[in-house]
Nanobody, 123 residues
Framework: QVQLVESGGGSVQAGGSLRLSCAVFGYTYGWYCMGWFRQAPGQKREGVGYRHRDGGTTYEDSVKGRFTISEDNAKNTLYLQMNSLKPEDTAMYSC?????????????????WGQGTQVTVSS
């Protein structure tokens, strides 16, 4: 059974950094695309960035230049490095995995989702 486990959330002041992790269990790492999403209270879930099956990455405009997706194949883990954090980045962050598509985006119907990790940015 495929399982995604996020970690690394926390509280940070504006301008600070956090690195989120998404560990993948139960599936051969790399043969899928993945996305990072976030949802603030009372808001719709929105995409943050995506790791495509070829290892390429794309980002939503709201985080471009501040957030970076990377991976450690040996650890079956995807990361989201978040720099220059702003109060509006405060949200529950989740990772998602799709085993069918080559490229992912916010409209992809992901097979699997993690439980999320909370990020709070204070001003």
């Amino acid at each position: 059974q495929v399982q995604l486990v996020e970690s690394g959330g926390g509280s940070v002041q504006a301008g600070g950094s956090l690195r989120l992790s998404c560990a993948v269990f139960g599936y051969t790492y790399g043969w899928y695309c993945m996305g990072w999403f976030r949802q603030a209270p009372g808001q719709k879930r929105e995409g943050v960035g995506y790791r495509h099956r070829d290892g390429g990455t794309t980002y939503e405009d709201s985080v471009k230049g501040r957030f970076t997706i990377s991976e450690d194949n040996a650890k079956n883990t995807l990361y989201l490095q978040m720099n220059s954090l702003k109060p509006e980045d405060t949200a529950m962050y989740s990772c998602a995995l799709d085993t069918r598509q080559f490229y992912c985006d916010s409209q992809t119907e992901y097979n699997y989702w993690g439980q999320g990790t909370q990020v709070t940015v204070s001003s």
